[in-house]
């Protein structure tokens, strides 16, 4: 009897985990995790929808089958990034970059997100948006591209903090979502933290600059902040203005 119950509570938490399992991935967002074949979710889904919108038409079933694995090796073709037909969660932020900026395979894009002539500074698109110098690390294209996906989002304090994709963001929760986009931060930090994050000083691509009060980053020459010398919005936005740093504890990403 006691074996029988045992195999039957067996066969029920089997029967049961697999709902709950499927119903955890649709509550993931694109970007939240590694994708590759044999996965399936609401992320799965909305990278078919993002490469369906870049150029590559690919069903969009939430099932990372042969198909998509095979969509996923026509972008990272056509977008000059290592073909192993998997979607890195940088992999993710440059897509998500390029459908945000309107780029397509079929217009003759072949770069991860729109980029300006060789330099070692990114220039500010009409639309507020932040264009990546050409040759700079996939970290800094995914940080940018990261950043530019939350651009016109309002302030809201604590926003990003609770759920990575809110419906604002506060200056910490700003400069976490695009670091997040590169992989250069796994959770929110708050401005406090920011202070001992990285490496000391500042960095020849990205710098972060905290203090007890506030935070920003700099990303190839241009500043990511919510706030000072901005327009009437105070929400997360690119500037080409720099603000005073002496306030400020300057760290950065090693090797950037």
């Known amino acids: 009897m006691s074996r ?3 195999l039957c509570v067996g066969l029920l938490f089997a029967v049961f985990a697999l709902p709950v399992a499927q119903a955890d991935a649709r509550r993931i967002h694109f970007g939240d995790r590694d994708l590759r074949q044999g996965m399936r979710g609401h992320d799965v889904r909305v990278l078919q929808s993002f490469l369906t919108k870049y150029g590559v038409r690919t069903t969009v079933d939430g099932q990372y089958g042969r198909r998509t694995t095979s969509s996923v090796r026509s972008w990272e073709s056509a977008s000059s990034l290592l073909v192993d037909g998997r979607v890195s969660r ?6 998500r970059g390029q459908v945000e900026q309107g780029a397509s395979s079929l217009q003759g894009a072949a770069a991860p997100v729109a980029v300006a002539a060789p330099g070692p500074n990114a220039t500010l698109g009409a639309d ?6 050409a040759g700079a690390p996939p970290q800094v294209v995914a940080v940018i591209a990261a950043a530019n996906a939350i651009v016109g989002k309002p302030y809201r304090y604590g926003g990003g903090h ?18 997040h986009g590169a992989g250069l931060v796994s959770r929110p930090m708050n401005s406090t933290e920011f202070m001992s994050w990285g490496d000391a ?10 203090n007890s009060g506030h935070s920003y980053l700099v990303v190839a020459g241009l500043r990511f902040d919510t706030g000072w010398n901005n327009s009437a919005s105070s ?3 690119w500037s080409s203005v720099m603000r005073p ?3 400020y504890t300057a760290r950065h990403p090693a090797n950037l």
């Open 162 to 179: 609770g759920v990575w994709n809110d419906s604002g963001y506060d200056c910490s929760g700003s400069e976490s979502f695009a670091l």
């Open 201 to 210: 000083g500042t960095g020849q691509w990205i710098t972060s600059y905290a």
């Open 235 to 237: 929400g997360p936005k």
């Open 90 to 95: 940088q992999d993710a932020a440059t897509l």
């Open 245 to 247: 740093a002496d306030a």
């Open 4 to 6: 029988c119950r045992t």
């Open 128 to 133: 507020g948006r932040a264009i990546a110098p």
